[in-house]
């Protein structure tokens, strides 16, 4: 009986919290992340990552966490798309750096969002929140590397393209 309250208060938060999250999306006063955006990020993090020798993929997601672009780099590990993507989803729907959720995946919160995203989350170092206005309207992550060379590529990318 307990295990199930606790799992019917987690989806009560989640529903919540998603239902947060969608509308701050759909009522935010700042226009959404462009497509065009998201390919110049693209492009900034393939400097970035070609500048080091790093074989990577790179996610651009919506504020949502839906991607917008997702590129492989030639030599980039297979798994390394969807680890970017669910790096980049956690980024947004947090609206903090993937680093501040380390550890968080095994939190019930998390767990249950996670759940609801079908385990594409992805708890690690690599992706940040791309603002405007103070407003999250997406992420951008990557995955390939070690986490933080992941996180110094997508980092250098934004300071290229002046979003932040």
Do not use: C, W
Request: no cysteine; net charge neutral.
């Amino acid at each position: 009986m307990m295990t199930h309250l606790r799992r019917m208060t987690a989806g009560l938060v989640i529903g919540a919290l998603s239902a947060m999250l969608g509308s701050a999306s759909a009522q935010s006063p700042v226009a959404p992340l462009t497509l065009a955006e998201a390919l110049a990020l693209i492009e900034a993090t393939e400097t970035a990552a070609a500048a080091k020798d790093l074989l990577l993929s790179i996610a651009v997601v919506d504020g949502r966490g839906d991607p917008i672009a997702v590129v492989r780099l030639p030599g980039a590990r297979l798994a390394t798309t969807d680890t970017a993507i669910g790096k980049a989803m956690v980024s947004a729907m947090t609206g903090r750096p993937s680093a501040a959720t380390i550890g968080q995946g095994q939190n019930a919160l998390y767990q249950n969002l996670n759940d609801s995203t079908g385990g594409r989350l992805r708890f690690f170092q690599g992706a940040v929140p791309i603002l405007r206005d103070g407003f999250t309207v997406g992420a951008i992550g990557a995955s390939g590397a070690s986490a933080q060379d992941d996180e110094d590529a997508v980092m250098a990318a934004l300071r290229a393209v002046g979003i932040r």
